[in-house]
T-cell receptor
Framework: GAGVSQSPSNKVTEKGKDVELRCDPI?????LYWYRQSLGQGLEFLIY????????KSGLPSDRFSAERTGGSVSTLTIQRTQQEDSAVYLC????????????FGSGTRLTVV | AQSVTQPDIHITVSEGASLELRCNYS??????LFWYVQSPGQGLQLLLK??????LVQGIKGFEAEFKRSQSSFNLRKPSVHWSDAAEYFC???????????FGKGTRLSVIA
C-alpha cells in the first residue's frame, strides 16, 4: 500500500482481556518497528523486526506483550491480560533496508483499558 | 546508551515569529539525527534528517536543523512560523543499520495570532 496501515484505530477493552493490534507496512520495507506513546512520555520502543532475523524484543515492558511478523509483512502486537497502564497509542513504523532510513509511521492504535 | 533530551515541553510563539526547538543527544559515535512532527490525531511525519556532510540540513515545510557536534545538539529552526505548524515535534537519534531510533519526549508547539 501507499503507507503504513494500522488497525483498529481505536480500541477500548476491559482490564484483563487480551488485545491484538495490527500493522501492515509499506510493501518491500524490510524493517518494522512498534512504539508506544503515552501522554508526556514520548515514544517508547517496544520491538523491531528486520527481514528474517530474530526480532529485537528488548523494549517489551513485560511478558504480557508479544509480537509476530508473518511472511515478512504484516505484524501483530498482542497484549495479554491488559492493565490500565497499557492505555496508550501504539505506533507502527516501517523502513526500507539500507543506511538512508527514515521511518514511515502509521496513524496508530489508541488503546484504552477500562 | 543513546538518549535524547528535548528541554522544552511546551513553547508558544506568535504567528510570523521565528522558532527554535532544542534537542540534545547522547551517543558514542556519529549519530543519525531526525526531526519528526506529529499533528493532532496523526502519525509522525519526517521533517528532516542528518547522516553526514553539511551540518545544516533543510527539510520540508521550511524547517532546517543544524548539527553541532561540540554541543551534541541538533536544534530545529524556522524563520517564520505559520498557524499550521502547531503540533508536537520529536527529535530522534539512531545509528547505521536500521537499529531502532531513540526519541525525545517531544516539544509541543502552540502558535498564537
Amino acid at each position: 500500500g501507499a503507507g503504513v496501515s494500522q488497525s483498529p484505530s481505536n480500541k477500548v477493552t476491559e482490564k484483563g482481556k487480551d488485545v491484538e493490534l495490527r500493522c501492515d507496512p509499506i510493501s518491500g520495507h524490510t524493517a518494522l518497528y512498534w512504539y508506544r506513546q503515552s501522554l508526556g512520555q514520548g515514544l517508547e520502543f517496544l520491538i523491531y523486526f528486520q527481514g528474517n532475523s530474530a526480532p529485537d524484543k528488548s523494549g517489551l515492558p513485560s511478558d504480557r506483550f508479544s509480537a509476530e511478523r508473518t511472511g515478512g509483512s504484516v505484524s501483530t502486537l498482542t497484549i495479554q491480560r491488559t492493565q490500565q497502564e497499557d492505555s496508550a497509542v501504539y505506533l507502527c513504523a516501517s523502513s526500507a533496508a539500507g543506511g538512508d532510513y527514515g521511518y514511515t509511521f502509521g496513524s496508530g492504535t489508541r488503546l484504552t483499558v477500562v | 546508551a543513546q538518549s535524547v533530551t528535548q528541554p522544552d515541553i511546551h513553547i508558544t510563539v506568535s504567528e510570523g515569529a521565528s522558532l527554535e526547538l532544542r534537542c540534545n543527544y547522547s551517543y558514542g559515535a556519529t549519530p543519525y539525527l531526525f526531526w519528526y512532527v506529529q499533528s493532532p490525531g496523526q502519525g509522525l511525519q519526517l521533517l528532516l534528517k542528518y547522516f553526514s556532510g553539511d551540518t545544516l540540513v533543510q527539510g520540508i515545510k521550511g524547517f532546517e536543523a543544524e548539527f553541532k557536534r561540540s554541543q551534541s545538539s541538533f536544534n530545529l529552526r524556522k524563520p517564520s512560523v505559520h498557524w499550521s505548524d502547531a503540533a508536537e515535534y520529536f527529535c530522534a537519534v539512531g545509528a547505521r543499520g536500521n537499529t531502532p531510533l531513540v526519541f525525545g519526549k517531544g516539544t509541543r508547539l502552540s502558535v498564537i495570532a
